[in-house]
């Protein structure tokens, strides 16, 4: 099974930031790593696919990068609404998995 | 639009059967996926299923115990699941994937999740 861990944990940020959230995974899944936000008591939301695809409808604040085993997700001028928990997950090979998320917040 | 239904309390042991109806796209034409969290935990990767029904995948920890399946006429994506434990006790999200095949893959709608406790 393809491992995903994220660095940092959690992490304190300010409006108007700019923050990066790091995934590895513990083997080469080319580009595909996929990102999503969840907000306490509501579902995940798909923010960046295959590495660095903006989803549509996603604000262009949010960047994805990397290959093969590291990947970051960058959020550039840090919004309120972007207080939340962040995952990465790859869809390499099954199983399917996630990595433990970063929390951001205030 | 996804919608589950089904979840609820149970013992361990006992089983249950998750739906998920889908409206607003060719569901027949996406992948689909339950996604599961425990209470204060990260998101886990229950099972897949392909826009055709075939393959289906599952995660180890419910291999054997929970099962997968569709209905492309009716709109509708289901998990069977037998023999739960506590450890299964969590909010089920269904997830649309993609209308490629693996690993071109993301889940880009999902339901509100329906609620899971097992407990005696």
């Known amino acids: 099974d393809i491992q995903m861990t994220q660095s940092p944990s959690s992490l304190s940020a300010s409006v108007g930031d700019t923050v990066t959230i790091t995934c590895r995974a513990s083997q080469s899944i080319s580009a595909y790593l996929n990102w999503y936000q969840q907000k306490p008591g509501k579902a995940p939301k798909l923010l960046i696919y295959a590495s660095s695809s903006l989803q549509s409808g996603v604000p262009s604040r949010f960047s994805g990068s990397g290959i093969e085993t590291y990947f970051t997700l960058t959020i550039t001028s840090l919004q309120p609404e972007d207080f939340a928990t962040y995952f990465c997950q790859q869809s390499y090979s099954v199983p399917l998995t996630f990595g433990p998320g970063t929390k951001v917040d205030i | 639009q996804l919608v589950e239904s089904g979840g609820g309390l149970v013992k361990p042991g006992g089983s249950l059967r998750l739906s998920c109806a889908a409206s607003g796209f060719i569901f027949g034409s996406y992948s689909m996926s339950w996604v599961r969290q425990a209470p204060g935990k990260g998101l886990e990767w229950v099972s897949y299923?392909?826009?055709?029904?075939?393959?289906?995948y599952y995660a180890d920890s419910v291999k054997g115990r929970f099962s997968i399946s569709r209905d492309n006429a009716l709109n509708s994506l289901h998990l069977q699941m037998n023999s739960l434990r506590d450890e299964d006790t969590a909010v089920y999200y269904c997830a649309r994937g993609s209308y490629k095949l693996l690993p071109d893959d993301a889940f880009d709608i999902w339901g509100q999740g329906t609620m899971v406790t097992v407990s005696s």
């Open positions: 299923i392909s826009s055709s029904g075939s393959p289906m």
